[in-house]
Antibody, heavy 116, light 107 residues
Framework: QVQLQQSGPELVKPGASVKISCKAS????????MNWVKQRPGQGLEWIGR????????NYNGKFKGKATLTADKSSSTAYMQLSSLTSVDSAVYFC?????????WGQGTSVTVSS | DIQMTQSPASLSASVGETVTITCRAS??????LAWYQQKQGKSPQLLVY???TLAEGVPSRFSGSGSGTQFSLKINSLQPEDFGSYYC?????????FGSGTKLEIK
């Protein structure tokens, strides 16, 4: 069965970077777009961007250009998102989600807390 | 970017009732509209895609309709497990955008 297993919670200092992972299993990783979605506490969902692991093609929400960098490792079926120059507004839960028609499978989410 | 306007922001209903949530797109998205359910502290789950196609395993009491700019999600005979938040999202090209959400609560 399709599973997306995300890395654990992160506590990072302002100005630092963090890289979170999403390990896929149960389907052809290279053949489906992987999306990343942000959710701040008590807020709605915000699309960050997506990557096609087969060729590394990416699309970003303009709001996150320069903030988020998406990569993928086909050999380990793992997608990554690096967030840079972190501030308090980046404190959120970040989800990865496979795209087939729509986002049909989601990871469990990774909590990122930015605090000194 | 395409804006998605979702209403109502919150909704209170009883078990057994029928409710409808609406979503309006700022431009024509044809039928490229999805609906998700999210329970507190959990990941969103896909309910409907392409405006009216139920995702695998979704009960038939859920139904989606609409095309162009106006869409709706209807839940017949509410069950206790249906309470939570619902989001629409267009999948007509990037950037994808979500509606602001509807919180469905028990009356």
């Amino acid at each position: 069965q399709v599973q997306l297993q995300q890395s654990g919670p992160e506590l990072v200092k302002p100005g630092a970077s963090v890289k979170i992972s999403c390990k896929a299993s149960g389907y052809a990783f290279s053949s489906s777009w992987m999306n990343w979605v942000k959710q701040r506490p008590g807020q709605g969902l915000e699309w960050i961007g997506r990557i096609y692991p087969g060729d590394g093609d990416t699309n970003y929400n303009g709001k996150f250009k320069g903030k988020a960098t998406l990569t993928a490792d086909k050999s380990s079926s793992t997608a990554y998102m690096q967030l840079s120059s972190l501030t308090s507004v980046d404190s959120a839960v970040y989800f990865c989600a496979r795209l087939r028609h729509a986002m049909d499978y989601w990871g469990q989410g990774t909590s990122v807390t930015v605090s000194s | 970017d395409i804006q998605m306007t979702q209403s109502p922001a919150s909704l209170s209903a009883s078990v057994g009732e029928t409710v409808t949530i609406t979503c309006r797109a700022s431009e024509n998205i044809y039928s490229y509209l999805a609906w998700y359910q999210q329970k507190q502290g959990k990941s969103p789950q896909l309910l409907v895609y392409n405006a009216k196609t139920l995702a695998e395993g979704v009960p038939s009491r859920f139904s989606g309709s609409g095309s162009g700019t106006q869409f709706s999600l209807k839940i017949n005979s509410l069950q206790p497990e249906d309470f939570g938040s619902y989001y629409c999202q267009h999948h007509y090209g990037t950037p994808f955008t979500f509606g602001s959400g509807t919180k469905l609560e028990i009356k």
